[in-house]
């Protein structure tokens, strides 16, 4: 029989929605293909070509740049400079660069330095200061000692059954009487960098150690081959920054700091002080105003009862929170509050001699010869600007800079270079070549070629499929 008006209806609704859904993969495959071609198709110039067209000539301009990656490479000049180069070292592997020879970071990240020799550092730091007090001189070979502050906390722990001691012991602690007061001051450092022994912060606190205050900043016999006359300019500015900017930090509240130095009286909000007679006061019994203090590094007030510190050579108008006793520089905590302070800023040792002085960023010594290089923006003594694999000078060799390290070519091809994908052998900075993403090849006739037809793709379109690139869909499908 024929059909019914409902089937027709029905029959006419399911053929408007399979025309609707062809339709729409008609239309979602135009997109793809149309996708397809934007996208899986590139043109060899298009991506990464080295050496750079705007290079200019070594020979002609006296500087080469290579854009290789993460590295450039340059030929060497020399011309003076300044500029920090923070890299600290100890003698067991290269002395001279002062870094390890297996992973080449440095002391601070070795935990290296033993108590004692530590010890030794800071002693000879505050030898000849008012800070004297702070250490003592082995009768045995006469070396000043620091005396270190070392602080033993005992707090009751509830058991079950009966009552244990939970002992804590931080490696320093300010030198101060009232232990409440030093403890609390510990406890409004961040966690991580409390000195609690075989805690993180006693590690952040011995790498501090090594980098704020490098034993080669102040003693002369901890350097390589200074001259009788840069013996005698270090001892001069070790002997001017021990009387002009050293210091250590005192802990106190802020309520004390009102009566802090002889007869003094403070303006609130001012950076002045006035000295008055004693018994000059016209009211005797009435209370003295408290000055209201705020941080002078996080501009906060400071809290009555909180510790505070005060630097003297900052003036006693000025108190940091425990946190906010900071290296302007570096920004990290002032190991064992030790300071330097200058033209109204607190530095660690490091930064405050690299704000006198250039820095070697081979060796990391300061540099008290007239003459020096700089290149990367760092200055070298002329003889430490060498490759940082094999030790060879670079004066006047080209050099790539790998991880802000300069390392001669041998070296770099030897140890840093890129892979060719064609060939597999290594890629010479100074060769043209072609990168896309992570893979490089020599932008040759030989290497950059179809990885199924072998067809040559410089200057023409392909397709990049992780390690191979093809000229054409019809490759691809081939080798799939």
């Known amino acids: 029989g024929s059909p019914t008006t409902p089937a027709i209806s029905v029959w006419q609704a399911l053929n408007k929605y399979l025309l609707a859904v062809i339709t729409s993969l008609q239309g979602l495959f135009q997109q793809s293909h149309s996708l397809i071609k934007k996208t899986m198709y590139l043109t060899a110039v298009e991506v ?167 034993a080669h900043d102040q003693d002369p016999s901890k350097c390589h081959e200074l001259s009788p006359k840069e013996v005698k300019e270090m001892e001069q500015f070790v002997k001017k920054y021990k009387s002009e900017a050293l210091g250590v930090g005192d802990v106190k509240l802020p309520r004390d700091m009102d009566a802090q130095g002889p007869n003094k009286t403070y303006i609130p909000g001012g950076d002045r002080s006035t000295t008055t007679a004693v018994g000059a006061m016209e009211d005797k019994s009435a209370e003295p105003k408290r000055t209201q203090y705020s941080c002078y590094c996080c501009k906060l007030s400071m809290k009555e009862g909180d510790p505070a510190i005060y630097a003297e050579r900052a003036g006693y108008d000025k108190l940091w929170h425990p946190a906010c006793f900071v290296c302007s520089t570096c920004h990290e905590l002032l190991v064992d509050m030790i300071y330097f302070w200058k033209n109204g800023k607190l530095y660690c040792g490091r930064h405050y001699c690299d704000s006198e002085k250039p820095r070697c960023a081979g ?118």
């Open 48 to 214: 990464y070509w080295m050496p750079d067209p705007r290079l200019r000539s070594a020979e002609g301009q006296g500087s080469l740049r290579h854009q290789v990656r993460d590295t450039e490479m340059r030929s060497a000049g020399r011309r003076p400079g300044r500029g920090p180069a923070p890299h600290l070292a100890f003698a067991a592997l290269r002395p001279r660069r002062k870094i390890c020879r297996n992973c080449k970071c440095g002391q601070e990240e070795h935990d290296v330095l033993l108590s004692n020799e530590e010890d030794r550092k800071v002693g000879k730091l505050f030898e000849d200061t008012k800070y004297t007090t702070l250490i003592a001189k082995l009768k045995s070979d006469g070396i000043p000692m620091y005396k270190r502050n070392v602080m033993i906390l005992t707090n009751p722990v509830a058991a079950k059954k009966n009552v244990s001691i939970n002992t804590v012991t931080y490696e320093w602690a300010p030198p101060v009487q009232n232990q409440a007061l030093a403890r609390q001051y510990m406890q409004m450092l961040p966690k991580e960098k409390q000195p609690v022994a075989g805690s993180e912060g006693a590690q952040y606190r011995k790498k501090q150690l090594a980098k704020q205050l490098p």
């Open 363 to 480: 060796c990391d010594e300061l540099i008290f010869s007239n003459e020096y290089t700089q290149a990367e923006n760092q200055n070298w003594h002329l003889k430490h600007f060498c490759c940082f694999d094999c030790d060879n000078i670079l004066a006047g060799e080209i050099y790539v800079m790998v991880n802000d390290k300069p390392v001669c070519k041998p070296c770099y091809v030897k140890n840093h270079a890129v892979v060719c994908q064609g060939c597999h052998n290594a890629i010479d900075p100074e060769v043209q070549r072609v990168t896309y993403n992570n893979f490089s090849w020599h932008a040759s006739t030989e290497c950059f070629l179809c990885s199924c037809c072998s067809k040559c793709l410089i200057g023409q379109k392909f397709m990049p499929v992780e390690g191979m690139v093809f000229c054409s869909v019809e490759c691809k499908k081939m080798m799939s």
